[in-house]
């Protein structure tokens, strides 16, 4: 996928000004990811805790780690005879996310539970016909933790932080034949894109999201994104 906040999430946007994300720097969105029986999650008892907080340098490698299995398990549904976690491929992650860390533009997003780093989301501001608009770029979850509330805390602290920001729309970009993830944003309310039909032999679908609209499931024990004004994997 491509290009996926409360007051007291660390987002440390400070080099984009357009973003105008504030937050105390010793602080962290504590999201309570009890069961939605709305999108099927089922949490273990013992792992309902998540914290999402922005990420730094010091999660690269294991938020390459992740995106590289969660990319693998989605792939082999397609492509079961061929490798996708290889080193390789682990490399490119790898790359990609660090030159997400370092720029100013995307802020990046990671969710731990009992210490460990189980998802990652990164998004950055887009030109959209004068419209403060929004790219989700990266949302992922370890396949270890599908199914656990992990995807789910992230979106939720994206919204928080475009609402926040006064963006009015979300746009991103899911593989066509990654159901699951299409069925994930299809339930929180994003819908294809009128404006980007796919072609024919299109590998990737855009999905919309409108920030003036109130997010179709709230996550169990977060609170409500609140949007000063209308502002969106």
Known sequence: MRPAPDEALQVRAAPDEALQ??????????????PDEALGIRPAPDETALLVR??????????????????????????????????AERARRHDA?????????????????HGAVVGAASYRHRADDHRPAVTLHQLHVDPGHWGTGVGLALHH?????????GFSRAVLDVLWHNHRA??????????????????????????T?????????????APAPTAPAPAGR
């Not at 938020?63 to 490798?83: C, M």
């Not at 602290?157 to 920001?165: D, E, I, N, V």
């Not at 609209?213 to 024990?221: V, Y």
């Open 209 to 221: 999201l409108d920030l003036a609209t109130p997010p179709a499931t709230s996550a169990p024990g």
């Open 157 to 165: 602290a994206c919204l928080r932080a475009w609402h926040a920001a």
């Open 54 to 87: 922005a990420a730094t340098p010091a999660d690269l490698a294991a938020i390459a780690a992740l995106h590289s299995r969660a990319r693998a398990a989605y792939h082999r549904a397609r492509f079961p005879d061929t490798p996708f976690d290889v080193l």
């Open 97 to 113: 996310w660090s030159r997400d860390l370092d720029r100013g533009d995307t802020p990046a997003l990671c969710a731990a539970r």
């Open 21 to 34: 994300v504030r937050a105390a720097p010793d602080e962290a969105l504590q999201v309570r990811a009890a």
């Open 182 to 207: 299409r069925a994930f944003y299809t339930r929180l309310g994003w819908r294809p894109d009128p404006d980007r039909r796919p072609a024919p032999d299109a590998t990737h679908l855009t999905l």
